[in-house]
């Protein structure tokens, strides 16, 4: 039997702000079979995610697949992030994408 693979990409969001008490377990803010759309939407939630920190995020970090704001000196006590996670999926005798 064929063995048929197809590439998803999820973003996840993570974060903390230990001044607050926030530590959110880490999230998935969508899955696309297309990482040009993925990479859209990451976009579309940075500038969402920039609109609602407030001014002691102060660093920015951005690459191709992830973004950070953090606090200078203090990245790992109040720090925002998104990143692509890419994981590929497998199926035997059907094609995942009509699934």
């Known amino acids: ?4 693979q ?5 973003i996840v969001s993570t974060g903390v702000d230990v001044d607050r ?9 969508g899955s696309y079979l297309s990482e040009a759309r993925a990479r ?3 976009d579309r939630l940075i500038a969402e995610e920039k609109d609602e920190l407030d001014d002691r995020y102060d660093k920015e970090d951005r690459g191709e697949d992830h973004w950070e ?5 203090y990245g790992a006590a109040l720090f925002s992030r998104l990143e692509i996670l ?8 059907g094609d995942l994408r009509d699934e």
């Open 86 to 93: 890419s994981s590929e999926l497998n199926s035997e005798g």
């Open 1 to 4: 039997m064929a063995v048929n």
């Open 69 to 73: 704001m953090f606090q200078d000196g």
């Open 21 to 29: 008490g926030f530590f959110p377990n880490p999230s998935t803010r």
């Open 40 to 42: 859209e939407e990451l």
């Open 6 to 10: 197809v590439t998803v990409y999820t």
